[in-house]
């Protein structure tokens, strides 16, 4: 493994959301293979983590330069290499016809791409690897061509599975080399858009728990009347609908409090609807957190509380379990692979204001040997599916092309 050379390409990295493309790049480098980072963009991002402000100098950024030396570096590409550079460009034309995004769009991918094919001549890449499959994939195919080298990408929930059509993901698992699904349910969810022929090469690698999380017993807790939601304020986490339910229990004269660990695009409407129900003094938004403070909110809560219309499988339900805290979940994508009602948690149906709230309820209720039964049974759960050195193996293995065992 330790001359294999790996090219990730993502959209934007480093990014607070994403810290699980961090833990795994640091996990396929402990594991032998050696990765070298690209990004769109995100150079400029002010970080909270100090890991993630060592990766940000760590990263390469294609739109860095400016467009000028980015068409120059194409037309580079296409004088040496015309018959790639000529399949390249037809290529991202077909895929225009069918894709949500426009023909300028998909011309752009393909100087990205370029940029990309000069950095593997410069670094000696031996294959092209993309988070989400979405333009990164565009990339990361249209880079294969200009190359000839093999690419392969991650797939993990919502913006695939909404739009694979548009995304062109048919087309794109065909081209790769491989595929990985971070849960059985996004592998399903391919299956349906794939041909047979191409079903085994769709691989299920889960995204794994930082080390931190794992490393020592957790912390005791007296589970205090105190809930955590972490993660993106969005509509696919559920945070208005978390609130109305919160408002539901409050008018009943419960006394708790709820912390949205996170920011996020819907950051005003929430602190409107909280506004609105007179729930400031129990609802709190801190901001994005680094890591560290992650790990204090969860130890610091009875339950983490994760409401969500679409998921893969959620890092934020990862962590709460292996630091023993049980969840308030719905039963979506990957989730009930990890979470089972009355076992790790509570879990409901996605959209319910009432099925949600009777969850809170039964958690805010629960004894202290029924929580702590129930987050015992969550971190046995996550040792089992999401050590991140056993699944960064997994995808070392799957880049050096040796065997995994099938999942």
């Known amino acids: 493994m330790a001359n294999t050379r790996v090219c990730y390409i993502v ?27 690209v990004s769109v963009r995100g150079w400029s991002d002010v970080l909270v983590d100090a890991t993630d402000l060592s990766e940000q100098s760590r990263t390469e950024y294609i739109l860095r330069p400016g467009l000028v030396p980015l068409i120059l570096g194409a037309a580079g590409v296409a004088l040496s290499k015309p018959a790639a550079f000529w399949k390249a460009l037809l ?25 990309v094919a000069a950095l593997a001549r410069k670094k000696g890449f031996d294959h ?19 190359t000839g080298l093999p690419f392969s990408f991650t797939v993990h929930g919502a913006d695939e599975v909404d739009r694979p059509i548009a995304l062109n993901l048919p087309e794109k698992v065909a081209q790769a080399r491989f595929v990985v699904a971070v849960s059985h349910y996004g592998r ?33 807790a007296e589970f205090p009347q105190r809930l955590v939601c972490l993660g993106r304020l969005c509509n696919e986490k559920a945070q208005l609908l978390l609130v109305e339910a919160v408002a539901e229990l409050v008018r ?7 912390v949205l660990a996170g920011d996020g695009e819907l950051r005003a409407p929430v602190e409107a609807l909280i506004a609105k129900h007179g729930l400031r003094d129990v609802v709190s938004i801190t901001g994005w957190i680094d890591g560290a403070r992650v790990r204090d909110e969860i130890l610091a ?11 893969g499988i959620p890092v934020a339900l990862m962590e709460s379990l292996a630091l023993a805290r049980p969840v308030v979940t719905t039963f979506v994508g990957g989730i009930p692979e990890l979470v089972s009602d009355g076992v790790e948690g509570w879990v409901v149906p996605a959209g319910s204001r009432h099925d949600l709230a009777v969850a809170l309820r039964a958690c805010l209720d629960a004894s202290s040997d029924e929580v702590r039964a129930r987050g015992a049974a969550g971190r046995n759960r996550v040792l089992e599916m999401h050590s991140s050195n056993d699944e960064a193996a997994r995808l070392a293995r799957l880049f050096t092309g ?4 099938p999942r």
Request: overall charge neutral.
């Open 11 to 37: 959209n934007h990295y480093p990014k607070v959301s994403h810290s699980f493309i961090r833990r795994e790049i640091l996990g396929v480098e402990k594991a032998g293979v050696a990765v070298e980072r």
């Open 91 to 115: 290529t991202a034309a077909r895929m225009s016809r069918r894709s949500d995004r426009t023909l300028a769009h998909h011309m752009a991918y393909l100087l990205e791409a370029a940029a």
């Open 128 to 146: 092209i690897h993309a988070h989400f499959g979405t333009n990164s994939t565009d990339v990361a195919l249209l880079a294969s061509i200009l």
């Open 188 to 220: 399903g969810q391919l299956y349906r858009w794939c041909a047979l022929p191409h079903w085994g090469k769709i691989q299920v690698v889960h995204c794994g728990v930082d080390d931190s999380f794992l490393a020592e017993p957790p912390v005791p």
């Open 252 to 258: 009943e004269g419960r006394r708790f409090e709820l």
């Open 301 to 311: 809560a009875r339950a983490v509380v994760l409401p969500s219309l679409m998921e």
């Open 402 to 405: 040796q065997p995994v065992e």
